[in-house]
């Protein structure tokens, strides 16, 4: 009998530690917390990771917070579906250790209460992920993000048609290959319609006038950053 065995992503040991450090912040209800995802396309293209070096970013995902009396929560969209997660266990899925939180830049209580709505309207819908990225009843996770936001009359931006994010030759590349993946499978990489990418601060989601960084993780010089204040991780 095969036996699926769990295996804890990256940030599983420090899942205590860095949800206690957030509480510092503390986080808030339209938070948005960009990392990296390892979500594959059509027959196994490493989808995620590809726009992730074509955009020169560090992350290819975007999550949404939502702050209620009992707990933090992240609103996330993947393969796994639409979830509402303790943002500690949410941890437990990641594909690598860096992340950052971005924050509205001008934030009222009657927006906030907009945005709530918004997520619980989205969670009552509980749409499934957009394999393919153009099934206009499904989503993923930046186009998630954009639409609870657009909601509320604020539009992050950061869409583009994938020609213009990917060097021709590959974009060439992608163009017959989901023209493959569309026989084979019925779904493909569209190559007409804009996808919405974190990127960084000069293109994409990151880039959008409306919202900040305001905490920053780096693994790699095990560091947090809030405010411009660093400090070694504990």
């Known amino acids: 009998m095969e036996m699926n065995i769990y295996k804890p992503g990256p940030l599983y040991d420090k899942r205590h530690h860095i949800t206690h450090v957030l509480k510092s912040i503390p986080l808030e209800t339209g938070d948005i917390i960009f990392n990296a995802a390892d979500v594959d396309g059509p027959l196994g293209i490493p989808f995620s990771r590809l726009i992730q070096t074509f955009t020169k970013s560090p992350y290819s995902h975007a999550t949404v917070i939502l702050k209620d009396s009992e707990d933090t929560y992240a609103i996330d969209v993947s393969d ?75 539009d992050l931006q950061g869409s583009y048609l994938i020609k213009d994010i990917l060097p021709v030759w590959f974009y060439y590349i992608v163009v017959l290959g989901s023209k493959l993946t569309k026989i084979l499978t019925n779904s493909s990489i569209p190559n007409d319609r804009p996808i919405t990418i974190v990127g960084n601060k000069e293109k994409g989601m990151m880039a959008s006038a409306y919202i900040e960084e305001i905490f920053k993780y780096d693994q790699k010089l095990n560091m947090f950053s809030f405010d411009n204040i660093k400090w070694q991780e504990l």
């Not at 992920?129 to 186009?143: H, L, M, V």
């Open 80 to 154: 796994h579906g639409t979830r509402k997660l303790r943002l500690v266990d949410w941890f437990d899925d990641w594909y690598m250790e860096n992340f950052c939180v971005y924050r509205l830049k001008e934030r009222t209580p009657e927006l906030t209460d907009k945005i709530k709505n918004a997520i619980d309207e989205f969670l009552s819908h509980d749409p499934h992920y957009d394999f393919n990225f153009n099934d206009p009843n499904s989503f993923y996770c930046t186009e998630a993000v954009r639409h609870i936001f657009l909601q509320c009359g604020i």
